[in-house]
């Protein structure tokens, strides 16, 4: 019980919660304070129902289930089962002496920091350049968002279009500024099909770092950056001795949620070249789909699937810690 | 040249680049549209042309044919999304925001890992879940899933809008005999009205863009999104790419109408989830 209810055992049976109590006028029956903040609280507790069992069944429950799998021995027939006999370490064995698991664990952490090494870059240069005023800089602000709003795996599909060997825009352009003499086989080439993954990533990433540092950056008081300005410092050294210290927490929570969405990227790479050719392109996640669903070795996946959860949930308490302005907001309002 | 000149020399010279910048975004999309009006033949000559040759509408009818189901399937998808994604989190804001229950800090952290949980994992386990209890291959099953990329981020950027309400406001209702439910439905909804449509927006374009959970849940039998019905023309030994880029232009509408019409709420959205949340 909380110490504020303290009177609650004093108190007469609480109205019942269905029937809203009404503001006495007089200063007849119990004083009306207990059972109002109750009421409140249990409405409080079913405002918020619906989401914690939400949050049960779609999040803790397959994240606990996964990690059984994960020690399972699953064949196609164990499917329709609950559980499957136990395997021990034995999927993880085998995913960390898997070739091709290795590959794709590799692969993920060259795409995901390749990514966000390009997409901050270019991203961080249109937010500067969006944030000066020129002819048409507010269109272009309102189109620049474009690649972010489409459906990840249509943009793989878009990008399969554009860098087909022959009569892909890609190439056509290539050739036509004379950068290569003949077509390119970006899909159908071991060495090239994580790169047409990646710059196509890079392409649809941009705009959520333009777009973030853009607003971090208009938030930087005038002020400060015209007092440098009078001091002599030259555009350079206001980017990095000024803007930058006072944008640097949302550069890290950008950079932080950046590797958590890259670390995902599923759709992109179906669309795009399948994880091939000859697995030439597998990222853990596409890698953990052909092991689960098409080769039917759930366990297998699971454990390659806790892998990427690991990867991904190191960054949670910094994110945590990142956001605990929002967390401490809790205890800040209410009353 | 004067210090005047040289200003707008810079600010043209800015445009410039800021237009080639928006010439690599947008042109993507426009080779999509090209191609969609491109016959079979043209798409198999081997040349990419900038302007539709000879341009045609056969794509758009086989697509139609085909296809149309689909887009119908996407949109019940997207607005099951955008409908559960409000039910849960538009409360669960409220109560995360304006009542001071102990849980709320365990809730709001557990939000915010949720949304860093790749969603391959969540549809491994859920495939199986599904399984048992008879989810597979169903809408519910679905749109229960695609709540994954919505419902957290939903209920943070609606918290972080309900902190701006005044608690006077639900306390002046109250005192007027008001009941909790009746407060929040009379009051706080309709004031919350601008960041309940931007986090529906999301929410529809997440059920609509949605393909992982559409590969594993369904079994391409009966329930068919667009995004699946595209990759079921990839899955061919030689693409259909007339075809293949029709369909991609429906499933780029609701961005494009979306952007056209609710750009407002866009534009709060995607900075509002990510920091603020």
Redesign the interface.
Known sequence: M?GKNQAGAAAPTPASPRQ?V??RTSDAGPPPRVSAWR???L??????A???A??L???L???I??LM?SFERTSPAT??K?AAPFAGLANYRYIFHDPTTQMAIIHTFEFTFGSLFFQFIIGFA?AL??G??????TL?R??????????????G??????FQA????VN?ILMAIGLAHGPIDWLNSPHLALWTVLIANI?LG???FT??LY??IQDVPTEVTEAARIDGAGPWQRLVLIIVPIILP?IE??LL?GF?FT??V??LV??LTGGGPANSSQLI?TW??NL??QQFN?GQ??AL??V??VL??I??PI??WL?RD??R???G??? | MTRRQQRRVGRWLRALVAAAALVVVLFPVYAILVGSFESTETLFSGTFYWLPHAATLENYVTVIRAQSGNVVTSLFVALGTALLALVVAVPAAYALSKYRLRVTIVIVSSLLIAQIVPSIVLATSLFIIFHWIHLVNTFVGLVLADGTYAIPFAILVLRAFFFSLPNELMDAARVDGASEWTTFRRIVIPLARSAVITVAVFAFLNGWGDFIFALTILNGAGIVPITLGIYTYLGNYSTDWGAVMAASAFALVPAGVMLVVAQRYIASGLTAGSVKG
């Open positions: 909380n809203p009404r503001p009421r409140r609280r409405a409080g507790w079913l405002f918020l619906p989401a914690i939400y949050l069944f779609a999040f429950l397959p994240i289930y996964n799998l499917i329709a609950f249109l350049l969006f000066t005023e020129f002819p048409g800089s272009g309102s189109l620049v968002i474009v690649p972010w709003l489409l459906p990840l795996f249509v943009t599909v878009m990008f399969k279009f554009l022959e009569g892909g825009a056509q392409w941009v705009p959520f777009v973030l607003s971090a949302v929570i950008v949620l958590v670390v995902k599923f759709d179906i669309g996640t953990s789909y689960s669903f759930f996946g699971a699937n806790n990427l959860l991904a949930l960054c949670s994110y945590l956001s929002s967390l907001g809790s205890s309002a209410g009353r």
